[in-house]
Antibody, heavy 123, light 108 residues
């Protein structure tokens, strides 16, 4: 059974940092692209960042470019999102998702999602 | 950037009804369109990929169609567990995996 378990969320002051983690099991973690998607309270889904299976290729949304960094440790079956210079508008549930491809290509989709971790940015 | 527009934003229907949700892309995305269902307090769940392919385990009352810029998600006979939020997503424009704004399906 595929499982994705996020951790690392919490309450942080504006300008602060957090590192989110997502540990995968039940599939060959090193073979799949992984992504982060967030959802602000009462709002829709927003794609945040994606990393290829090997970790060589990363992409991030313009809204987080330069502040968020996606990475992975395939030996630990773990995906990370380093989030810096946090703003109130970054308050959201952050989901990790498993893609179905090894490298991001057209036609990709997210077949499994974690339960999410809540990041709250407030003073 | 490709914009995805869903309609309606909300919809009230009864158990047993047939409902259709529309997603329109700002430019052609071929058939690179996916649909997700999200229930309150839960993670999204994949329903349909590549516009019309049913994800394993998803009931056959769900179906998707369309190509180019116009897509639909249909539920043939609403069940109580189908009342949820629905999102379309384009994966034509790599790496910007744009979602639609969502459609809230409520019980009438």
């Amino acid at each position: 059974e595929v499982q994705l378990v996020e951790s690392g969320g919490g309450l942080v002051q504006p300008g602060g940092s957090l590192r989110l983690s997502c540990t995968g099991s039940g599939f060959t973690f090193k073979s799949y692209t992984m992504s982060w998607v967030r959802q602000a309270p009462g709002k829709g889904l927003e794609w945040v960042s994606t990393i290829s299976a090997s970790g060589d290729t990363t992409y991030s949304a313009d809204s987080v470019q330069g502040r968020f960094t996606i990475s992975r440790d395939n030996s630990k079956h773990t995906l990370y999102l380093q989030i810096n210079s946090l703003r109130a508008e970054d308050t959201a549930i952050y989901y990790c998702a498993k893609d179905i491809v090894r490298v991001p290509v057209a036609g990709d989709y997210f077949d499994y999602w974690g339960q999410g971790t809540l990041v709250t940015v407030s003073s | 950037d490709i914009q995805m527009t869903q309609s309606p934003s909300s919809l009230s229907a009864s158990v047993g009804d047939r409902v259709t949700i529309t997603c329109r892309a700002s430019q052609s995305i071929s058939n690179y369109l996916n649909w997700y269902q999200q229930k309150p307090g839960k993670a999204p769940k994949l329903l349909i990929y590549a516009a019309s392919s049913l994800q394993s385990g998803v009931p056959s009352r769900f179906s998707g169609s369309g190509s180019g810029t116009d897509f639909t998600l249909s539920i043939s006979s609403l069940q109580p567990e189908d009342f949820a939020d629905y999102y379309c997503q384009q994966t034509y424009s790599i790496p910007l995996y744009t979602f639609g704004q969502g459609t809230k399906l409520e019980i009438k």
